[in-house]
């Protein structure tokens, strides 16, 4: 049988706390080994002792077939491709469910950026601006998928041709908010989408602190975008710190209470940043070449564009139009440029013969 199951098995115990699983498996040697005792007094509390007495497998082999059925897979502590720096932390989940590519994680450098939902204009441009030079870098981005600062720094991730991976405090089959189902879509096709919570498990509050240390631990770094006062991402930032993880964030008005959040975590040693050297400058020993995407796919005639010589902005909108035919205004939303800089750049492109001007302010991919 495979080893899987007694992971599994084991992680589904779900009043018996991760910290005391991670225990058992030390006692034991594995979590075949917990599986096959039957005598659990004096080495854990009595109070979770007749949990770990059922040993039916049925909720285990049930995930495993949910898992397969949505194309997805399972990691656990034991397994090689378990993101090493995860694996470090004090309690690393026993298995993670996860959609989308494998990573290699040999000299992959991965930063969490997380912020506010409730994140101002300034808080938005300042994220955008940094997670896409980083990407451009080679950055490997994490977020948690949230609204706000999380999500600007998966899509302007995704924009650059970057890898991204989303952190979610539900399964990885439910997509929340629901208004992020295209973002979500769109993460596993460049990356991943990670849960340590089963199939079906709802974004239930007291999900996300669990969420927000896997976050923290999975990365280098972090990247606070814009936090006030009361916010998850000093939650966030106060697990990577516990882990020694590198606390990074962007500053603001004094006086804007947006971010007075962000301005306790300068004053208590985190690092200011303005530029994407201020973040790369502390990681000498890797490789932060600038990269650009050489090539996007039309998604409607399955024709290669070629990206060559293109700007950073003439990019982003060619890959918008490469997924549909696409109005003015609304080029203008989503790359978040201004009217007058979308329709520069639509006027390079159609001269270079890359767009073309269809019907009302629509353009397409020539």
Same mark, same amino acid.
């Given at each position: 049988?495979?080893?899987? +199951? ?22 034991? &040697? ?8 039957? #005598?659990?007094?004096?080495?854990? %509390? ?7 007495? !059922? ?18 897979? *399972? ?9 090493? #720096? ?6 690393? %989940? ?42 451009? @870098?080679?950055?490997? *981005? ?16 995704? @924009?650059?041709?970057?890898?991204? +991976? ?9 997509? =929340? %908010? ?9 993460? +596993? ?12 498990? %709802? ?21 606070? &975008?814009?936090?006030? /006062?009361?916010?998850?991402?000093? *939650? ?41 050297? !201020?973040?790369?400058?502390? =990681? ?13 796919? #039309? ?29 003015? !205004? ?10 007058? /800089? ?21 353009? &397409?991919?020539?």
């Amino acid at each position: 049988m495979d080893d899987k +199951i007694y992971w599994l098995w084991l992680s589904l115990k779900e009043h018996v706390p991760v910290e005391v699983q991670l225990k058992l498996i030390s006692v034991f &040697g594995s979590p075949e080994a917990v599986y096959d005792c039957d #005598n659990f007094h004096g080495k854990i %509390p009595e109070k979770f002792e007749e949990e770990l007495k !059922d040993k039916s497998l049925a909720d285990a082999k049930q995930v495993m077939e949910r898992i397969e059925a949505m194309d997805g897979y *399972i990691l656990t502590l034991e397994d090689e491709e378990y993101p090493p #720096n995860l694996k470090s932390i004090t309690v690393p %989940p026993l298995v993670l469910y996860i959609r989308g590519r494998h990573i290699d994680w040999d000299g992959v450098f991965s930063l969490t950026v997380v912020g506010t939902r409730r994140c101002s204009d300034y808080g938005r441009r300042a994220t955008d601006m940094l997670v896409r030079e980083l990407a451009r @870098r080679g950055v490997t *981005i994490v977020s948690g998928m949230a609204r706000g600062i999380d999500a600007v720094a998966a899509r302007a991730a995704l @924009r650059e041709g970057g890898s991204t +991976i989303a952190v979610l405090g539900s399964g990885i089959d439910v997509i =929340y %908010p629901r208004e992020h189902e295209g973002l979500y879509y769109d993460i +596993i096709e460049n990356g991943m989408v990670v849960s340590e919570f089963p199939p079906g498990t %709802p974004p239930l509050k007291i999900n996300f602190p669990r969420r927000n240390r896997v976050m923290a631990g999975i990365s280098t770094g972090m990247l606070i &975008g814009q936090a006030p /006062e009361k916010s998850g991402a000093l *939650i966030t930032a106060a697990h990577g710190v516990s882990e020694g993880r590198n606390v990074y964030v962007i500053p603001s008005d004094i006086y804007d209470v947006g971010f007075a959040g962000s301005l306790k975590l300068i004053s208590q040693g985190a690092k200011l940043v303005s530029r994407v050297e !201020d973040i790369t400058e502390d =990681y000498p020993y890797m490789n932060f070449e600038e990269r650009f995407k050489s090539e996007a796919v #039309n998604r409607q005639t399955k024709k290669v564009v070629s990206l060559e010589g293109l700007s950073t902005a003439e990019i982003a909108i060619v890959e918008i139009l490469c997924k549909k035919d696409t109005h003015i !205004d609304e080029l203008a939303r989503i790359s978040k440029m201004s009217s007058p /800089e979308v329709n520069s750049v639509l006027v390079m492109l159609e001269l270079n013969g890359i767009v073309k001007k269809l019907s009302g302010n629509i353009y &397409g991919i020539a």
